[in-house]
């Protein structure tokens, strides 16, 4: 997964995915990119699980798996988001405490 979303090419598919499911011709239009090089993305996202492919008749249609980034986020960022958010909040307030006042000099 993790190298799945390396990629900065694969990111931007997933960008483009959040906003809706696309057939695979719609995305590769919509990225500006050759079909071979999106299909080489989608597979790897399609094995990380990020991307799961619906078959509508003819057309393959690439929906975003938002699952496994959501277990990315409860188990790695959830985890250390409120402890440096407090400690950010605390460094604002000592850093603003020590700071003079406009107009005040030291000493």
Not at 16 to 26: D, F, M, Q, S, W
């Amino acid at each position: 997964m993790w190298q799945a979303l390396a990629n900065p090419w694969r990111r931007r598919i997933l960008d483009v995915l959040r906003i809706g499911p696309l057939p695979t011709g719609e995305l590769v239009t919509a990225l500006g990119s050759q079909r071979h090089q999106v299909i080489a993305h989608l597979t790897v996202l399609r094995t990380a699980g990020l991307v799961v492919v619906e078959q509508r008749g003819r057309q393959r249609l690439n929906h975003l798996n938002p699952v496994p980034i959501g277990r990315i986020y409860h188990r790695w960022v959830s985890a250390y988001e409120s402890s440096w958010t407090q400690a950010l909040i605390g460094l604002k307030g000592t850093v603003e405490e020590d700071r003079p006042l406009q107009g005040e000099t030291n000493g």
